[in-house]
């Protein structure tokens, strides 16, 4: 994760925490309140719900939390197995890092390794560009 993701997530997580810290004093103070009013009258007290803002800040802060988780994330590999094989190709393990500049640990190479390392298998690119080759150089090997 980058330090703007780190933060913002640290953020979020300061804000739910003060929504928690409030939740909890209001909830105290609830049942302070009906405590002296049952000793005070003998109806039955109605229980208060939690005050809007409190569950506005709640709500805020999961949002943030979810930003900041999401923004400091690696990006998504290729769903396509031809486009992730592409990709690979014109890029190489420098195309999967991570945010911090590592390659990424599910990198695996080549997914196509196998079909290419057969005996029958035929390498049309590189067989292509040996004919290049061949026909720049006047056809001499």
């Known amino acids: 994760m980058t330090w703007i993701s780190k933060t913002i997530t640290a953020l979020g997580g300061i804000l739910l925490a003060h929504a928690c810290y409030s939740a909890q004093e209001h909830s ?3 049942s302070f309140r009906t405590t002296a009013a049952t000793l005070a009258s003998s109806s039955i007290p109605t229980a208060a ?5 409190i569950a506005i800040e709640t709500v805020v802060a999961t949002f943030i939390i979810v930003l900041g988780l999401v923004s400091g994330t690696r990006p998504l590999r290729p769903i396509q197995w031809r ?4 990709k690979l190709e014109r890029e190489g ?5 991570d945010n911090e500049g590592e390659v990424n640990k ?3 190479g080549n997914p196509f ?3 290419e390392a057969r005996p029958g298998f035929v ?3 590189r067989q ?3 004919f290049t080759e061949w026909v720049k150089s006047g056809g001499k090997k």
């Open 93 to 97: 393990a420098e195309g999967f890092m």
């Open 128 to 130: 292509r560009r040996e």
């Open 28 to 30: 105290s103070l609830q």
């Open 106 to 108: 599910d990198y695996v």
């Open 83 to 86: 486009v992730w094989a592409g």
């Open 49 to 53: 719900s939690l005050p809007i803002d």
């Open 123 to 125: 390498d049309v690119r």
């Open 113 to 115: 390794r196998n079909l």
